[in-house]
């Protein structure tokens, strides 16, 4: 059974290896570590068990929240995780009185814009050259709600 509890120094390692699986431009075990210690940040990891199998994490500035990172392990994809994470993450911000999310996603991530406008993003912006490895434009999408 999968548990979405708050990232906590137990989890930064796992956090960090799932990082450098999914990501080819990868933050750092200290940089994930960091987040821990700033009042702006919300991590959140998903768990079977024990093992953190993925996790997302945002930064909020006067109610308006922006998603760093959302990664899944590849063999708990497929299955709501990533879901769940979002959803688990839009009820905290909006507890901790945000009334937005944004992200960006790369145009060519088709589960991931799919996954986002099924859950009420929708498109306000695009970064050409945002992602570097490859070169790629990243879409801005934007979740707001009334705290």
Not at 11 to 34: K, T, Y
Not at 51 to 73: I, K
Not at 109 to 119: D, I, K, S, V
Request: hydrophobic share 45%.
């Amino acid at each position: 059974m999968i548990t979405i509890v708050p990232m906590t120094l137990a989890h930064v390692g796992q956090v960090a290896a799932l990082e450098a699986r999914c990501f080819p431009d990868p933050w750092s075990r200290n940089s994930i570590a960091g987040e821990l210690d700033n009042p702006l940040s919300l991590w959140l990891v998903a768990l079977d068990g024990q093992t953190v199998v993925g996790y997302v994490g945002s930064q909020t500035v006067l109610g308006e929240a922006d998603m760093m990172n959302l990664a899944v392990s590849p063999a708990a994809r497929r299955q709501g995780v990533a879901r769940r994470l979002v959803q688990a993450l839009l009820a905290a911000l909006e507890a901790r009185g945000a009334y937005q999310l944004t992200l960006e996603v790369r145009v060519s991530n088709q589960p991931a814009l799919a996954l986002y406008a099924g859950l009420g993003f929708t498109q306000v912006g695009r970064r050409p050259g945002y992602y570097l490895q490859p070169r790629e434009d990243a879409l801005i999408l934007r979740k707001e709600w009334t705290p």
